[in-house]
């Protein structure tokens, strides 16, 4: 699912100093040297936060820095790893025990992300996306959640006011630019379109005259 334009992208961003482009990656793994100018300091560390966990470890021994290892599913080289850093405790289970404390417990760090700062308030009503008849709080079988049905009772739950009981006329703001991704495989298209156009219209009735682009 590349576009192609991922290196250029991380190099537009102002905090990133260097970038190493994919074609590259094997050259690197085997020698250390990268495609951009001046190396590698003498003194660093190598950070995993997805892809192929063998290559941070290769890196990491190549360069002579620790591996700091972020996994949200499976501790794969804790013999090699100077730390693991894992989503949940249920994954400490499945790591040999002479390498458990090299482990720690991070949480969701791409979650935590996103809502560290933000109050329960303010949080998504998350039982607007249950089936009808389930009640809030409890997720139905899989098997009886309908897109339909998330649609509808997104556009039915949503009464055009903020939750601070303001009229959407009155939120002023600058315009909004909203990034659909509901995903490319068809169970996930299935469920996430029509969730995502609700989502899209419950804001627009919310946040008028703010220029959404989806």
């Keep these: 699912h590349a576009s192609g334009q991922e290196a250029a992208l991380v190099r537009s961003y102002p905090e990133v100093d260097r970038c190493q482009d994919p ?17 590698f300091a003498p003194r660093g560390v190598v950070i995993y936060l997805g892809g192929d966990q063998f290559n941070a470890i290769v890196l990491g021994w190549q360069l002579g820095y620790p591996t700091l290892m972020y996994s949200e599913n499976a501790v794969l080289w804790p013999q090699f790893a100077s730390r693991y ?19 720690r417990i991070s949480g969701d760090l791409f979650l935590d992300a996103v809502t560290d700062g933000q109050s329960q308030a303010g949080a998504p ?16 079988p899989a098997d009886q959640l309908s897109p339909r049905d998330v649609f509808a009772r997104l556009r039915q739950s949503d009464g055009g006011e903020t939750r601070a009981g303001q009229s959407a006329e009155s939120t002023p703001g600058p315009p909004i630019l909203v990034a659909v991704l509901p995903g490319s495989k068809p169970s996930k298209l299935a469920l996430g379109v029509p969730f995502f156009l609700a989502v899209g219209e419950a804001l627009a009735r919310r946040l008028p005259g703010r220029g959404q682009v989806f």
């Excluded at 009503?125 to 139905?140: H, I, M, Y």
């Design 125 to 140: 009503d998350v039982s607007l996306a249950f089936a009808p008849g389930s009640s809030a709080g409890e997720a139905p």
């Design 23 to 39: 074609g590259g990656l094997v050259r690197l793994l085997l020698t250390a040297t990268p495609a951009f100018e001046g190396g």
């Design 85 to 103: 850093l894992l989503r949940e405790p249920s994954l400490l289970g499945a790591v040999n025990p002479k390498y458990q404390s090299r482990c």
